[in-house]
């Protein structure tokens, strides 16, 4: 059921004058701190083997340089990697040369960049066009798509700004456009909302999945933000030093952190916050759910712990958008994953 | 101690004899391309034949009017354009207008030729650090060998007239616009470079969205400054038969005629100041989207 859209295998990247040579070095085991202080390398990734599924959000976090922007890069190859192998749709990337490369960049991927990356003196259409632009479309059905896209972020009315007129959330937003018109499968988001307030920040959250929920986007998603991550991802591999740490639904990543240093990352966490019943539900086995509450699968459990009190019901119903019921909650595992 | 005394000089005769084998073999290279090297030069003689031709003949107000339109639309200031108008009104009631002509001319087409060649090369050397290191020395040459030096095998080249007054005027005019360009294009921000290219991009395309777009105001100090050194080298040009505002200057020099040479120098320094304003106010009016904020 589930396609594997970008598949990395044993992905290494080393930054410095000779990365091949000491390639060896690392694959005997020299970690990232000797390597920089006895070679002069930056060992920038290191065996990074990640599938991200068709159709689903795949979160890469990690600490200010643990790589996740030289990840990302390297899966439209802004960055060549030192070894290593990338495929989407089962094509080798790294095969590709200067031409197939392009055609891939333009009708694959869409990237949006931390620090927006806007054409300053282009203006927000312009901006906005500027993926189908380069594939030489011509300009009405260009500028139709853009005004559509421009219209989804809400920003009608700003076509004609340059960016320097326009605050860092409507900035962000003309970048998540410019990706949108694009029309292409792989979103590439290199911590997208970083550098929005947390109003904001929130807020495109929230267009992001309501867009995706249209879309269904192979989009590749990168912060440095557990509460992002858990709410945006389908998926979450954590990386550290350039290695991943743990790749795991993030429910898992939350309730069985299997390194310390993602057990680091999620100590804090308000779980009746950030986790929604679909992510601790169990499948239904015939329990007896005449006295069940019913709870929608997308709901924190924040939403319904006051019910769950209240009328301290031996199970909880799971149900989807249609009101069918897709799993169960007992109030036994309830409180004990809030205990945690 | 003899050898620290006098410096170990090349033997008289020797020096002579080297110094008469480069000036032949030039000569001889003078005189088999001299001419294929001006024939090479011919429509740009033209281009400039005509244009001063155009300039001194059509009748002056038309000339004012074209002047001061071409500052508005480039300013959109109208201090300078009333400057522009006074200053030409005052270097024609003082009997200067025919010289100020040819000079706007050939500052006209030496800019022109300066930019043609220069932007391009200065791409080059944005796009290659090998062409960066090949030419930077030779700009630092030419920017700092007296012209005078150079005059030399021009002349022998070409003789005396208006193509090597043109040359010499490009050489010493040439380096600003070469260097700007560069510099401009190698500071473009790489985040919108990456960002460019992450929508697949074209090595051309790449160039003329992105790089020459953002390192447009640093093109335009380059280009204003051509035209300042251009115009600086007027005098020298004239020289070597070149009409223009630098020829009465010579003349008042060789006889000591004050007035006459504080007249023509204040008229080049008036078209100094009305090309450097006019060039700079385009510069920043084509910049929009640098204006402030107004949301
Ligand atoms: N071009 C480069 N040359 C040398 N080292 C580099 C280069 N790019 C990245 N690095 C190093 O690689 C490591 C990972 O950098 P990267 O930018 O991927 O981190 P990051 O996880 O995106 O961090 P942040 O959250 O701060 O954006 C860092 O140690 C960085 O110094
Ligand atoms: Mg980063």
Not at chain 1, 16 to 21: L, R, T, V, Y
Not at chain 1, 156 to 164: R, T
Not at chain 1, 304 to 312: L, N
Not at chain 2, 180 to 206: C, H, M, P, Y
Request: charged share 25%; hydrophobic share 45%.
């Amino acid at each position: 059921m589930s396609v594997v859209k970008i598949k990395i295998e044993s992905l290494y990247k080393i930054f410095g004058a000779n990365p091949k040579m000491v390639m060896e070095h690392v694959k005997n085991g020299v970690g990232k701190d000797e390597l920089l202080a006895k070679y002069s390398h930056v060992l920038g990734l290191q065996d990074i083997n990640l599938n991200v599924q068709e159709k689903s959000i795949q979160v890469i976090m990690g600490l200010s340089g643990s790589g996740k922007s030289t990840l990302i890069r390297h899966i439209n190859r802004l960055i060549e990697p030192t070894a290593g192998k990338i495929t989407v749709e089962d094509q080798d990337v790294m095969a590709y040369d200067k031409n197939a490369l392009r055609n891939f960049r333009r009708e694959k991927t869409a990237m949006v960049f931390q620090r927006f990356a806007l054409m300053p003196h282009m203006t927000v259409i312009k901006n906005v066009s500027l993926g189908l632009d380069m594939q030489g479309i011509k300009s009405e059905e260009t500028k139709e798509k853009a005004s559509l896209w421009i219209e989804k972020v809400g920003l009608s009315g700003y076509e004609e700004k340059y960016p320097q007129h326009l605050s860092g959330g409507m900035q962000q937003r003309v970048g998540l456009a410019r990706a949108l018109t694009n029309d292409a499968d792989i979103l590439l988001m290199d911590e997208a909302f970083s550098a929005l307030d947390p109003l904001i920040r929130k807020d495109m959250q929230d267009i992001l999945l309501e867009l995706q929920s249209e879309l269904h986007k192979t989009v590749v998603f990168i912060t440095h933000d557990l509460d992002e991550a858990l709410k945006i991802g389908d998926r979450i591999t954590i990386l550290k030093d350039g290695k991943m740490d743990q790749d795991d639904l993030p429910a898992d990543i939350l309730l069985n952190p299997k390194t310390d240093y993602v057990k680091k990352f999620v100590e804090d966490v308000n779980r009746s916050r950030v986790l929604k019943a679909k992510h601790i539900m169990q499948k239904l086995n015939g329990e007896d759910i005449s006295k069940a509450i019913k709870v929608n699968e997308n709901d924190f459990i924040e939403k319904f712990i006051d019910r769950v009190v209240e009328e301290k019901p031996e199970m909880i119903v799971v149900q989807d958008k249609q009101n069918k019921n897709v799993g169960c909650i007992s109030s036994k595992r309830l409180s004990e994953i809030l205990k945690k | 101690m003899d050898f620290l005394d006098s410096f170990p000089v090349m033997e008289q005769q020797e020096l002579r004899d080297f110094k008469k084998g480069i000036d032949l073999a030039f000569r001889t290279f003078a005189r088999t391309y001299g001419d294929a090297i001006e024939s090479f030069f011919e429509p740009l003689l033209f281009f400039l034949v005509w244009l001063e031709k155009l300039l001194i003949n059509s009748p002056w107000p038309i000339i004012i009017l074209v002047l001061a339109s071409l500052a508005w639309i480039a300013s959109r200031s109208i201090v300078l354009v009333i400057g522009t108008i006074i200053s030409f009104l005052m270097i024609g009631y003082f009997g200067m207008w025919k010289d100020t002509m040819s000079t706007v001319a050939i500052i006209t087409v030496a800019t022109l030729v300066c930019l043609a060649a220069g932007i391009p090369m200065g791409i080059l050397m944005a796009r290659s650090n090998r062409a960066q290191a090949t030419l930077l020395p030779v700009l630092d040459m030419m920017q700092t060998i007296p012209s005078f030096v150079y005059l030399i095998p021009i002349l022998m080249l070409l003789g005396i007239g208006k193509v090597p007054g043109l040359i010499a005027v490009c050489i010493y005019a040439i380096p600003p616009i070469i260097r700007l360009t560069n510099l401009g294009i190698r500071e473009v921000d790489k985040e919108a470079l990456e960002a460019i290219d992450s929508f697949g991009a074209t090595t051309w395309q790449r160039l003329t969205k992105v790089q020459i777009p953002l390192a447009l105001p640093t093109i335009f100090a380059g280009i204003n400054q051509t035209i300042m050194m251009a115009l600086a080298m007027v005098v020298i040009a004239s020289m070597i038969g070149v009409r223009g505002l630098g020829v009465p200057i010579l003349r008042a020099i060789s006889n000591q005629y004050l007035a006459l040479g504080l007249m023509n120098g204040l008229a080049i320094v008036a078209l100094a100041i009305i090309f450097d304003r006019i060039s700079q106010h385009y510069g920043k009016r084509i910049q929009k989207h640098r204006e402030g904020r107004n949301l």
